[in-house]
């Protein structure tokens, strides 16, 4: 649901937080929003989880609590009712696999509404022309946010000169710094501030191509300026 950003939203800001041996999460402070999330309810337990990747084929849900791991064994048949643009659809779906707060589920054969509600979401092009400015009362930042939670965050400095920027959608995340270059990965909003959110970023081992095409068409659909989208669309291509 789009809504007013709160007059002292505070920029993203970044840290690096050790998540294991094998790699790191990022944290970015983005402003906090009455953001709605595609969101899947248990049949068995009626536990709503959400869903922060999804595709033809299936979806993955992220579990709050280590006890929720219990309705979630590899190999169970599991029902339940995915949310997606505010609709219900029911579904049936295979745990392939567990991964710390992570379940990836592969669906059964999908209704043929539930299958143009998962094609309509995934359309990079429709989630690029829901982004739509929204209000911030601090210097130097630029935000949209669309359908999905779909979000694209700018820092500026100088008045014009864009020193970052993350794109946001279907819990992944394209980014680009000057110091850092593009990165891609999946991302996960937790609460922050009293006026943000925390957007954790789980890095990709390396550069996900698909990632890099997705966030291309959702720019180029998009209502930004078109100094904006051809700066934007101009680090992804490098």
Do not use: C
């Amino acid at each position: 649901m789009i809504g007013m950003a709160k007059s002292g939203a505070r920029p993203p800001q970044f840290q690096v937080i050790p998540s294991g041996p094998s790699g790191h999460i990022e944290r970015r402070q983005v402003p906090r929003l009455g953001l709605t999330y595609e969101q899947f309810k248990l049949k068995k337990t009626g536990k709503v989880f959400s869903v922060v990747d999804i595709s033809e084929r299936g979806m993955g849900l992220r579990l709050l609590m280590p006890e929720d791991h219990a309705y979630f064994q590899q190999g169970d048949l599991i029902e339940g009712e995915v949310n997606l643009h505010r609709e219900k659809f029911s579904v049936r779906a295979k745990v392939r696999n567990t991964q710390d707060d992570l379940v990836g589920l592969e669906f059964e054969p999908l209704s043929e509404d539930t299958k143009e509600a998962v094609e309509s979401l995934l359309s990079p092009e429709n989630l690029g022309r829901s982004l739509k400015k929204m209000p911030v009362a601090i210097e130097g930042m630029i935000w949209f946010h669309g359908s999905s939670s779909s979000q694209l965050v700018l820092r500026m400095e100088r008045g014009s000169d864009v020193v970052s920027w993350a794109l946001y959608f279907l819990g992944s995340y394209v980014s680009w710094g000057k110091l850092t270059g593009i990165s891609t990965g999946l991302a996960h909003f937790v609460p922050g501030s009293e006026d943000g959110e925390s957007a954790l970023h789980r890095p990709d081992n390396a550069i996900d191509l698909g990632k890099l095409e997705q966030a291309k068409r959702m720019i180029a659909s998009s209502t930004l300026t078109d100094a904006l989208k051809s700066l934007v669309l101009g680090h992804i291509r490098r």
